[in-house]
Every structure is written in structure tokens, then in C-alpha cells.
């Protein structure tokens, strides 16, 4: 990998040319921005005349301040108006038609926002492509599900001589922030559910995975009403430190860390009225009993730890494995981690990336020397070899408590076994963590799994049996416990936390069911059409 700077070349089809984005919506208006740049840089690092390894320039976006976030706010807040505006009086169906024609032309910039990701991030091509992809279906099952829901809120009910008609009703300003490491997806997650439900957004991108949003802005701006989508750019504490303070946010809706979390939340001047919708960090570990199948437990595992370098909240952090079957385990994984493919996002099979945070790599090292100190080795014979921000896979064992990597969530390719001889080891430890998401169980008997369900389901949101923790697919609830999470995404749930049940009641005499007929027949009113 030493040399890998030097002799890395880019495919033609992959090359970009810087992009200085300097207009920016806000409004239903591409305003021009004329204040202070920040640069974006790429995670893949170029050698320059003088040998020095520094990465590759990609451009740069609008630095805002204070005094613009809170323009995107009053935009925001002026294009809900109180529930007046035109977009929270449109009918479900007059906005997915919206949301629809946004999506058409959004597939056409397939190629460019795969490119940006590509290179910001340093996403594979392949793991790039299925992002997109995968976002558009989100967007597609997003909008079937609403038009279910539109269709099931239509029918009346009437209990004790009251008639109502209950629908969803949206609950005002959005402010969405979205993580580095599924920059388009988990943004879109957050975006689409607001908006179909009728909210206002001001969204503030990832600071890893800008330029890949600027091909979109034209047909935010083309397909939404003025104020509904503004966009936000710079440091997320400067700019969402105001938004929060002002008490005019109805919604957080963020996918990164609890320690933002809880500072953001703690602005809000009146908590009471701030709803919640939060996907966190996660130390989701694999519990690999003496009966499991070996190969199938490797395979997943090796997948469920590196998989994006092991740059995802539902990645396996830790791997428990019974002392019975933990030499032949470490034996296998380590084998099929050296078989793994160590290089550029555009290389065909590539599986370990460079990593977009420029101080991670040191953080990583640190994680390794402690364990070194404290009695772990590396197992793979390829991970000691890591290049700037190029860092190779290290499997670490035996690990123990007394290890930061025990506790910590690494969020990169650093993979730690623990052998157990008692299950209620790696119980207790998943009971005493700060974190709540999934867990994996590897066994081929459903009497050995059976108890640990059954245990395991009251302490996290998921359990994963004989294969690696994930969030999809997309139609099931993905939560977490502790500080995992708040509220819950899928197609339907996250439908129901951008949004609150609201009801029209009348009761039963001649007078309100000749009101409740005229409501139905003229639709004058879209709430009871």
C-alpha cells in the first residue's frame, strides 16, 4: 500500500472537474452566494511535484453564518405559515405528484451524483450506485405507502353519535442533518417522509458528501413551492446552534451522534414542543454460539463488519465468539479479510476505501496501540499496512474490557474478538451498553437461540439471526433503545413521526350530515375530500 499515492491512476469515466458551488437555494430561489468558501476535499489523497501526499481538491460551498441560517428558518417558517401555507394545504395527492416529478429527473443525474460520492466519501462505485438506487425505491415505497395511508384515512367513523374523519396532519419546521456515511440515502430518508406529510425542511448536508446534492438543487427548486426545501451549508454547530435557539423548529430530524443530539435538543426553548426523529450511534456485536456454522458465520460477519470500511451505524463492532470455535473462527476470518481488495472507489471489486475523515486514521492507530498494550495482537498479516488515509483492515485478539475497543464505537476497519465461555458474558455486555440498535446470533439449534431471543429483544431493536445486523429492508421498522435512537424509520413509521393524527368531528343530526355530504360532494375542503 506504501506506494499506492504513486501508481493510482483514474478511468476517464470517473474524472470530475473542480465544482465551486456558489449559489445555493433558499426560497425557491438559487441565490448567489459572494461571502467565504469552504474548501471540499476529497477523501482520496494525491502525491503533488514535491512527493507531499495531500488530498484531492474537489471545490467548495458557501460558508453561512448565523444570520443566513435564520434566513432558511424565516423562509421556512414564512412557507408553512403556521399551516397556512401552500404546501400544508395541498391535498397527499397534489404532493406526490410533486415529490413524483422531482424523483423522474432526479434519476437522470444518476451517473453525476454517484461521481460525487464517489470521490467526497470514498464510497466504492458499486456501494455508490446501490445507494442511489436504493434511495430511489425509498422514495417510490415512501410515495405508495402515503397514497395506502390516504386511502384508509378516507373512510368515516362513527362511535357514540360522533362522526370523524381522522387523517395525519403535518407538524411545521424540519430541520434535517444528515450523516457523511450514506450522505444521499439517510438524507432523503429524513426529506421525503417530512415533505410528503406536508412539513417544511431546511436541510444542512453531511460534512463529508456536499457536491454530490448540487446536481439536485435545480429540480428542488423547479418542484416544490418557495420555502419548502433550503438548503443549509457550513458548520453544523454555528448554523443549527440559532435554528434550535429561536424555538421555531416544530422537528429535529438527525442521523449522527447523541452527544449532537442532546446539545441540539437542549437549545430548544420549549422541549415540550420539539419532536424528536433520531438515528445514533450503535456498538452492535455478533454472538457466535459453539454450534453455529462456521463458514456461514465468517462470511457474514467479514460482511457486517467492513462492509464500507465499517462505516455504517448498523455495522458489527464487536464479535463474540465461544472459546470452543474461536481458533478455527479467527483462522477463516482472517483469511477471507486478506482476500478482501485494498484500494480506489473506482476499482472493480474493490472492497477497503480511503476513509473521508482526515483525523480517523490517527484514531484508529490509537484504538490498535492500546489493545497492543493490553495484551491483543493483530491476527491478519496485511494489517499493519496502512498509506495516509488508505487504512488497511486489523482483526484484534484477544480483546478484553480493560480495551477502549471494547467500549468505543471505532466506526472503521478495526475488527474486535472477544472469546467467551458463558453466553451471559456477551448478554451482560450488551445489557451494560450505552447502545440499543441490533445484535447478530450465529447457531444452528433453536434451543440455544430460543432463550437468547427472548432476553435480547428487551435490550435492542433488532435481532439478527445467522446473518450481519443491517437496516433494511426499508418497509421494516429501523429504532434503537438507549442511545441508538428516537422515533422510528421505515416507510410507514417515519410517515407517522413527521406527522400527528388530527380529527373533524360532528355529531349525528340532520343539520351536520347535510354539512358532512356538501364536504364530500363540492370538495371545498382537501382535509375532508
Known amino acids: 500500500m506504501s506506494n499506492y499515492l504513486k501508481n493510482f491512476h483514474v478511468p476517464e469515466d ?75 394545504l395541498m391535498t397527499i395527492e397534489q404532493r406526490v405528484e410533486k415529490v ?89 430518508c429524513l426529506l421525503i417522509p417530512a415533505l410528503l406529510t406536508g412539513n417544511t425542511t431546511i436541510f444542512k448536508p453531511a460534512r463529508f458528501g456536499v457536491l454530490l446534492f448540487e446536481p439536485l438543487l435545480k429540480l428542488f427548486q423547479k418542484h416544490f413551492p418557495k420555502g419548502v426545501v433550503n438548503f443549509i451549508y457550513g458548520d453544523g454547530e454555528t448554523l443549527a446552534t440559532p435554528i434550535m435557539k429561536s424555538g421555531k423548529v416544530d422537528v429535529l430530524a438527525l442521523i449522527g451522534n447523541s452527544t449532537s443530539a442532546n446539545a ?75 482476500a478482501l481488495k485494498i484500494g480506489m472507489p473506482w476499482e472493480e471489486g474493490v472492497r477497503i476505501t480511503p476513509l473521508p475523515e482526515p483525523h480517523k486514521p490517527n484514531y484508529l492507530r490509537e484504538l490498535v496501540s492500546d489493545a497492543l498494550s493490553k495484551g491483543a495482537e493483530v491476527l491478519n498479516s496485511e494489517g499493519q499496512s496502512d498509506s495516509e488515509n488508505l487504512v488497511s483492515p486489523k482483526v484484534l485478539y484477544p480483546v478484553n474490557e480493560s480495551m477502549r475497543v471494547f467500549h468505543e464505537e471505532q466506526f472503521g476497519p478495526i475488527v474486535p474478538i472477544v472469546p467467551f465461555k458463558d453466553v451471559q458474558e456477551p448478554l451482560q455486555y450488551i445489557s451494560e451498553s450505552n447502545y440499543g440498535q441490533q445484535v447478530s446470533l450465529f447457531s444452528s439449534n433453536a434451543t440455544s437461540l430460543a432463550p437468547l431471543i427472548d432476553v435480547l429483544v428487551n435490550q435492542v431493536s433488532r435481532v439478527n439471526i445467522n ?43 340532520q343539520e351536520n350530515n347535510n354539512i358532512l355530504k356538501d364536504l364530500k360532494v363540492s370538495k371545498q375542503s382537501n382535509f375532508m375530500n
Open 14 to 88: 470517473f474524472q470530475v472537474e473542480d465544482l465551486h458551488q456558489n449559489t445555493y437555494l433558499l426560497n425557491g430561489e438559487l441565490v448567489q452566494w459572494t461571502g467565504e468558501m469552504t474548501t471540499v476535499n476529497a477523501a482520496i489523497y494525491e502525491e503533488d511535484s514535491k512527493g507531499n501526499s495531500m488530498p484531492r481538491v474537489l471545490g467548495s460551498i458557501p460558508k453561512m453564518q448565523e444570520s443566513d441560517a435564520l434566513i432558511a428558518l424565516g423562509a421556512a417558517e414564512k412557507s408553512y405559515d403556521n399551516g397556512r401555507g401552500e404546501w400544508p
Open 100 to 188: 413524483h416529478a422531482f424523483t423522474k429527473e432526479m434519476i437522470q443525474q444518476r451517473e453525476e451524483v454517484v461521481k460525487w460520492m464517489l470521490w467526497e466519501i470514498g464510497k466504492s462505485y458499486d456501494e455508490s450506485c446501490m445507494e442511489f438506487d436504493r434511495t430511489i425505491d425509498y422514495i417510490k415505497d415512501t410515495i405508495e405507502e402515503i397514497e395506502k395511508l390516504d386511502a384508509q384515512q378516507s373512510i368515516m367513523e362513527t362511535h357514540g353519535g360522533i362522526t370523524a374523519q381522522i387523517k395525519r396532519s403535518p407538524l411545521g419546521v424540519v430541520l434535517c442533518m444528515a450523516p457523511y456515511n450514506f450522505p444521499l440515502n439517510e438524507a432523503f
Open 264 to 338: 441540539l435538543q437542549g437549545l430548544h426553548p420549549k422541549q415540550n414542543r420539539l419532536r424528536l426523529v433520531l438515528g445514533l450511534e450503535a456498538k452492535n456485536p455478533a454472538i457466535i454460539l459453539p454450534d453455529a456454522d462456521l463458514e456461514l458465520s465468517v462470511k457474514e460477519c467479514v460482511l457486517g463488519s467492513l462492509g464500507f470500511n465499517g462505516q455504517r451505524c448498523t455495522a458489527l463492532k464487536i464479535v463474540f465468539v465461544h472459546e470452543s470455535l474461536v481458533s478455527k473462527f479467527n483462522a477463516e476470518f482472517v483469511k477471507q479479510v486478506n
Open 467 to 509: 446473518s450481519k445486523c443491517q437496516r433494511g429492508p426499508d418497509v421494516f421498522p429501523f429504532v434503537g433503545r438507549k442511545d441508538s435512537a428516537v422515533s422510528t424509520l421505515s416507510v410507514t413509521d417515519a410517515l407517522k413521526s413527521f406527522s400527528v393524527r388530527t380529527m373533524v368531528a360532528l355529531k349525528e343530526s
